[in-house]
C-alpha cells in the first residue's frame, strides 16, 4: 500500500494512503494485506442484511446435503471484502469506480477461510475529457491462505493525477 505523509503543521503530519494516476504502472502486482478470517458470524449477517434467502448460506442441515457438505460463504460477502481490502492501495484517492466485469467465482470458501487479495495493473490511461484525471483498470485475484484461487474480476476506476487528489489540496 502507498502511504504517504505531509506535513500540515510545526511538528504534525497526516497520513494519505493510495495512489495517483503517475503511481500506477500495467503489469505491477500489489499484495493486499491484511488478510481476513471469514467467520460464521459474517455470513450469517451479511445473508441477512442483504436479503439473500438461500439456505445454502445459512441452514447448516439444508447445507449438509448438498456437495459442499456445509454452509458457503455469500459470494458477495467475499466480493465484498476482497474489493475492500485493495481500497487503501488502489482506490483509495479515486474519485469513482467506472466499471466491474468479468467476476469469477473460481472456488467455494467456508467460515474458517482466510482470504488474501492482489491485483495487477492491467491498463493505466488519461482522460480523453478529465485532463486532470485518468483511468486505471486492475485485475483482482481473491486467494485463500493454500493459495486456492477463489474468485478473480476486472475492474476500472477514475484516478486523479498527483497534485489534484482531494487530500492534495490545502485545507484537508
Not at 502511504?3 to 493486499?32: C, I, M, Q, T, W
Not at 467467520?39 to 448438498?66: C, I, K, V
Not at 477461510?113 to 486532470?132: C, F, G, M, Q
Request: charged share 25%.
Amino acid at each position: 500500500m502507498t502511504v504517504e505523509r505531509k506535513e500540515v503543521g510545526p511538528n504534525r503530519y497526516r497520513e494519505s494512503f493510495g495512489r495517483h494516476l503517475e503511481d500506477f504502472r500495467a503489469g505491477d502486482v500489489y499484495e493486499h494485506r491484511p488478510g481476513r478470517t471469514i467467520s460464521e458470524t459474517d455470513n450469517t449477517w451479511f445473508t441477512l442484511l442483504t436479503m439473500n434467502t438461500h439456505p445454502l448460506h445459512f441452514d447448516a442441515a439444508y447445507a449438509a446435503q448438498t456437495e459442499f457438505g456445509r454452509p458457503l460463504v455469500n459470494s458477495c460477502l467475499t466480493l465484498a471484502i476482497v474489493a475492500g481490502m485493495s481500497v487503501s492501495d488502489l482506490s483509495q484517492k479515486a474519485i469513482a469506480n467506472l466499471g466491474w466485469d468479468r467476476i469469477r467465482l473460481a472456488a467455494p470458501v467456508f467460515a474458517g477461510d482466510t482470504i488474501y487479495a492482489e491485483s495487477e495493473v492491467l491498463e493505466v490511461r488519461e482522460s480523453k475529457s478529465r485532463p486532470t484525471q485518468g483511468v486505471v483498470t486492475v485485475r483482482t485475484t481473491g486467494k485463500k491462505a493454500d493459495g486456492t484461487v477463489f474468485m478473480t474480476y476486472e475492474r476500472s476506476f477514475l484516478v486523479p493525477k498527483r497534485g489534484h487528489a482531494i487530500d492534495d489540496l490545502a485545507g484537508y
